[in-house]
């Protein structure tokens, strides 16, 4: 349509067309495309509705109905021409349906809004993503169920402050992200139960008089139910902002477990090797492999976060019902899950791919003096020490070898009772780092008994 000519969805009051900056500015349909397998759902839905209820003719619902099938085809098919003029995706599909079905077709917004559209449109569009993510979310989670399993008793280094703190083992660490990502999986659950209303036939803001049927379309739709508020309905893109706020969360999980990988893998560490499958060369240095799937999913949580913000910011000033603002809901919630979508399935393969060096950790782990706090218990349990007097004579005793260039069991008894007189060899059994794991038993702890018994429990919800 030519900037001379007034629109031909709404266009009855205007003698003329827009501006092409006007143009540029106002249309969606660059982006919102992507919501016609949705546009359609709705639209078809919407025409079932019309014909049951007696407002058009049960022929022209199935014109509709048709002609929207078709449409649909073309652009699955790629056979579309997108028009900009058309501005969005709800009115290319009318004006296409239009041009094939003539007159029926201006019935179909009969009782509707595009304000009650595109939230139908862009619910639809985020209830597909909340599952697709807790179906990505299983599966990364089922690989580190198989990681876990087969190192539930490798012993490696825990840390706080990335200083060695206490032995722990891989099947421990592992399960720490199942634990992170379970939750977040239920984010991804709660924030569609809690979304599946149907805006449809909230019109323009205030309902309409034509005797409707919501419960009709939303069931059709699979909503549980139709909003309870019309306003509400058009007003509010909560839905897209619970969705980003679960993808932030779940990012920043992938991108803390990155981060970890991308120094596992260091030569420095040597805690993993990551496949070549899911690691890149470098054009340089020959001897290079990077963990470049790994930094690029660390990274993600940038835009996702990026959108997160955005779409809070765009949303905070509006009065209701309706404003143009929201248009701005869209792009960056569809890059948000394209990006989740892949960091997560990155992360799955490779994790499956991954390859933990049981000999590096077990050696990193007896290093650092990360028996210490095994020590100072023994001494509270077996002398019956205040703890804060152990605690003291143990860091006398990380001093002594310290200064001999040894770790804790290297230490002579000797030497342990010229720090205290009582201390007798049987201190030795809990300086192994296999026996400090073992001994930690409590509920949750990284006894390889505990961590099997959370394995089996992951299996059982996971099915
Ligand atoms: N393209 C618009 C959007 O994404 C559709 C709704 C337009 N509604 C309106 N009253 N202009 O928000």
Not at 97 to 104: M, V
């Amino acid at each position: 349509m030519s900037n001379n000519s007034s629109n031909q969805m709404w266009g009855g009051r205007f003698a003329a067309g827009p501006d092409a900056i006007m143009e540029a500015i106002n249309a969606s349909i660059g982006f919102d495309k992507r919501l016609a397998a949705q546009d359609i759902a709705g639209s078809r839905a919407h025409a079932a509705m019309l014909a049951a209820t007696g407002i058009v003719k049960d022929s022209d619902a199935d014109a509709m109905r048709e002609g929207l099938l078709t449409v649909l085809s073309e652009i699955e098919t790629g056979n579309f021409e997108f028009s900009t003029a058309l501005e969005d995706i709800h009115m290319n599909v009318e004006a296409r349906l239009k041009a094939l079905i003539g007159e029926p077709a201006g019935r179909l917004h009969t009782g509707r809004s595009r304000n009650d559209q595109v939230a139908t449109d862009f619910k639809l569009w985020v209830r597909d993503q909340l599952d697709g993510a807790q179906g990505a979310l299983a599966s990364l989670m089922a690989a580190l169920l198989a990681q876990a399993e087969a190192g539930a008793d490798w012993v490696m280094p825990g840390f706080t402050h990335l200083q060695t703190a206490q032995p722990v083992t891989w099947g421990h660490h592992m399960m720490a992200y199942v634990e992170m990502f379970g939750r977040d999986l239920s984010r991804m659950r709660d924030a569609r139960a809690r979304m599946n209303e149907c805006p449809l036939g909230a019109a323009a803001l205030a309902g309409t008089s034509f005797p409707i049927d919501r419960d009709m379309t939303a069931q059709a739709l699979g909503f549980d139910r139709p909003s309870a508020n019309s306003l509400d309905a058009v007003s509010d893109r909560d839905f897209a902002l619970e969705f980003l706020a679960a993808a932030s969360i779940c990012a920043m999980h992938l991108s803390r477990f990155a981060e970890e990988l991308v120094i596992w893998s260091s030569a420095q560490f040597r805690f993993v090797t990551l496949s070549d499958r899911f690691s890149t060369g470098s054009s340089i240095m020959p001897q290079k492999k990077n963990p470049d799937a790994a930094e690029l999913i660390r990274a993600k949580i940038g835009r996702i976060f990026g959108a997160n913000v955005a779409l809070m910011t765009v949303m905070k000033g509006l009065p209701l019902a309706y404003s143009k603002d929201m248009q701005e809901d869209k792009e960056q919630v569809f890059d948000a899950a394209d990006n989740l979508m892949l960091a997560l399935a990155a992360m799955d393969g490779m994790v499956r791919d991954m390859t933990a060096n049981r000999a590096s950790l077990a050696e990193a782990a007896g290093s650092g003096f990360s028996t210490a706090t095994d020590l100072a218990d023994w001494l509270v349990r077996v002398l019956g020490l205040p703890f804060r007097e152990a605690h003291h004579i143990t860091g006398a005793l990380v001093a002594m070898a310290e200064d001999d260039g040894v770790d804790l069991p290297d230490l002579t008894l000797e030497q342990m009772q010229s720090v205290h007189s009582e201390i007798n060899a049987s201190i030795f059994e809990v300086l192994g780092v296999e026996n400090s794991v073992a001994s930690r038993t409590s509920y949750g702890g990284t006894a390889p008994a505990q961590v099997r018994a959370q394995v089996a429990r992951w299996k059982e919800v996971l099915g």
